[in-house]
Each structure stands twice: as structure tokens, then as C-alpha cells.
């Protein structure tokens, strides 16, 4: 169980890019990172593209008013001279900014912890993932969702042979936010997810999926795409060419099946990410609007909840916890799982501690490329009419 206590010898000097006042996700990073005080430390930030409001609001979040910058390069070069300055930057922009600020804070010298969908091309990732070894440094990806601990619980019983052999895999993240377009005019945040440019080649599949897709990943790391056929959709025809709907077939290496629906005109749903992984003796199944609870179902016999925090749960998932049974927890206790794990490699990667950072199990440089990769393979299907391709990996894309 987690009790704030240090995990490291010191907290991180961090600093941020975006997240600012009327961002949407900034407040999760500040919340997963500054959680126990002992991990990371808030000193400077270039939090929003209009240097003034971003000035204003770093120095209301108590970031000392000369640490808050008009723009990344400033902080950097600014940062780079004082004996104090940041150590590790997150990034909580755009998407179509991902790629140039984080080369610029690897080039800085720093480590980095950026949003997802990483990059466009996974042609970037590989060359950032190269930047990175070069300089030493921890590439980390905000998979926020993926802290909750009970999908730890998930890993453990596949990996302990709990539902058999993996057959069928269900996976969902949809919202019904965007079930017209009035979002499309008025939000600036949604403005940008339907704009190629800025977003990239998809909107839900990145905006969304590549979550889902590394949590499965997360629980059943044996488990390897084979083939994959995506049809995607723009139901508010503005948003063509990039999707607000699309369902993914998938067959995997060892035979196994699975299909995934992502979408943000789900109307009224509000339940996000499901997740139902079938094996040949017994079923898991978990939902995120109830993420303290996973459901066990053993063909033939009475269905079991288990409840998180509980005793009998595996050692790894309580590892996680931090508020204890009765006491609910949510996604603000997984962003601090991730930040925390973040942390961890960053300090190991400081000190050469390649032990820890081979069994630290977080979203690192290669879960960002592998979403960019999600991605790839699924407009790819979509664009050729909706038709089965080879799930292509590094190796593949690379020649
Ligand atoms: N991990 C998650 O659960 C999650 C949730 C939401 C968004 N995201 C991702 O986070 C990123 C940001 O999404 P959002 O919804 O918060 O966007 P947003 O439009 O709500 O906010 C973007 C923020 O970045 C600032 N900004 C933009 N360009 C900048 C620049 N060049 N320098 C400094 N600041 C800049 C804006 O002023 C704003 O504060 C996206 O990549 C998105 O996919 C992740």
C-alpha cells in the first residue's frame, strides 16, 4: 500500500508545456504528479499558448512568476541556466505539438512525460525513442487510466491461469460528447481534435483508443496482434476525414479474437472504457465507472465481484492502493500510480539502475510508439476499404 512516504531521494523538478487554466487534462497531471509531494516538485511551466493568461496562471497554481514563460524554448534555454532548474518536463498540448517540444526537451537535456496520442508517424517515435537513449532519458506517456490498480489484478490472474487460454477480447472507450457538432464550433479543445493538422491521421481511434489498446496490452502482454480490420465513421460529415466512430476486429498470434468500439457519439453514455477478456474456464470483465470492482466469472458457477483493496487480492495490484477498503478511489489515484512509476524510472534512469527499470511495469517511449503504431494499422485498414491487413510492427514499418 502506498502512504506518500518517498520512493525516491529526492522530488523531481518538474516543469510544464500546456495544461493551462481552460486546458482539459492539466489538472490530472498536476493531481497525479503532486499527490504525495515526494515525487514531484512544481517549478515552472509554459502553460498555455497566450503567454499572459499562462503567466497569470502559473503564478496562481504557486509557480514562482519568473519560472512562468511565454513559450517552451524559453523555459528551456531559462531553465538550463540555474543550478535548480527543471529536471523533467510533461507535455499537455496538442497532438501536432507533441513531436517538436519533446525533441526540444530531450535536446535540453531533460526527461520527458507527454501526452498521448505520442506523435503522428511512428517514424517520430523511433527517432525520438534513439534521442532519448542517446541522452539518457525517460520518455514517459500519460496512459492515465492505466494506474488503476485493479487492471494489475487483471495481468495477474491471466498470467496465473485463472480464465484458461485467451479466446475472445472486448474492449470499449466511447463517449456521446460529440453526438453533434456544436462542440466542433465552440470548444477550442474539440476544434483542434477534428483538424488534421493538429490532431492527426484520427480523432477517436488516438483520442481514445490508444488507451484502451494499452491497457490490453497492460493486462495480457503475451498477447500479439496479428491482423486487424478497422471501419471508421464520420457521422457529423465536417469531421471527415478523421472519425468519430469506428469498431476494430482484431485476430491475434495465438489465435484469439477480439473487437473494439471506440466513439464519441455514443449518445449518453457515460461509462467510458470496458473491458471483457473471455478465456476457456472463466471470464474478466471491468468497467471503469465502477474501477474498484472486477468481475471473475468461472463457467458453472456463482459470479464473484472482487472488491479493491481487499486481502485476497494479488500483491501487485495492492502495491497500488492508496486509501484502503470502503474508501473510493478514482482516476485521480491512477494518474498518481502513473506519475509515481514515472518518477521511479526517471530517478533509476539518474542513477544507472537498470534492475529497476527492467521490472518497472509503466507506460514508457516504446507503449507511446506502439499507440502510434494502433493507429497506423487501423487507418490503414479503414482507408483501403475496411479490409483485413498484417498488423505491422516496428520492423515492418521501418524498412
Ligand atoms: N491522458 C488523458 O487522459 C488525456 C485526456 C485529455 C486530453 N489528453 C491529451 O492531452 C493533450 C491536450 O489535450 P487537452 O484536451 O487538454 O487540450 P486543450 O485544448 O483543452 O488544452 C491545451 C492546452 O495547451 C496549451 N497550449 C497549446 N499549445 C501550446 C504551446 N505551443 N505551448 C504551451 N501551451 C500550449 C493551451 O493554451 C491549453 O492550455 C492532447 O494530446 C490530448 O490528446 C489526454
Known sequence: ??????????????????????????????????????????????????????????????????????????????????????????????????????????????????????????????????????????????????????LLQMRAMIEQGKIGDIRVVELQYTHGFNSNDKSDKTSDAQKWRVDPKVAGPSFVLGDLSTHTYYMSQLIMPHMKIKKLLC??????????????????????????????????????????????IVGSKASLEWWDSKGGELKFEVQGEPAQTLIRAMPYLDESCNADERLGALHVEGLSEAWANIYLKFAIAIDAKKRNDKETLKHLVYPDIDAGIEGIRWIENCVRSADNGSVWVEFQNKKALLV
Open 1 to 150: 500500500m502506498l502512504n506518500g512516504e518517498k520512493k525516491i531521494v529526492k522530488p523531481l523538478r518538474w516543469g510544464m508545456v500546456g495544461g493551462g487554466r481552460l486546458s482539459q487534462v492539466g489538472y490530472k497531471h498536476r493531481t497525479g504528479a503532486l499527490r504525495d509531494h515526494t515525487a514531484f516538485q512544481l517549478v515552472a511551466g509554459a502553460f498555455d499558448i497566450d503567454p499572459e493568461r499562462g503567466r497569470d496562471f502559473g503564478v496562481n497554481i504557486g509557480v514562482d512568476a519568473d519560472r512562468c514563460y511565454p513559450d517552451y524554448k524559453t523555459m528551456f534555454a531559462e531553465e538550463a541556466l540555474r543550478e535548480d532548474g527543471v529536471e523533467v518536463v510533461s507535455i499537455a498540448t496538442p497532438n501536432g505539438t507533441h513531436y517538436e517540444i519533446c525533441k526540444a526537451a530531450l535536446e535540453a537535456g531533460l526527461h520527458v512525460i507527454c501526452e498521448k496520442p505520442l506523435f503522428f508517424t511512428s517514424q517520430e517515435g523511433e527517432e525520438i525513442k534513439t534521442l532519448a537513449e542517446e541522452q539518457g532519458k525517460i520518455v514517459g506517456v500519460t496512459y492515465g487510466f492505466s494506474g488503476n490498480q485493479m
Open 231 to 276: 471501419d471508421r465513421q464520420s457521422f457529423i460529415g465536417t469531421r471527415a476525414p478523421l472519425e468519430d466512430n469506428a469498431f476494430v476486429l482484431m485476430q491475434y498470434e495465438n489465435g484469439a479474437v477480439g473487437r473494439l468500439w471506440t466513439s464519441s457519439i455514443n449518445a449518453g453514455c457515460m461509462d467510458g472504457h470496458r473491458i471483457r
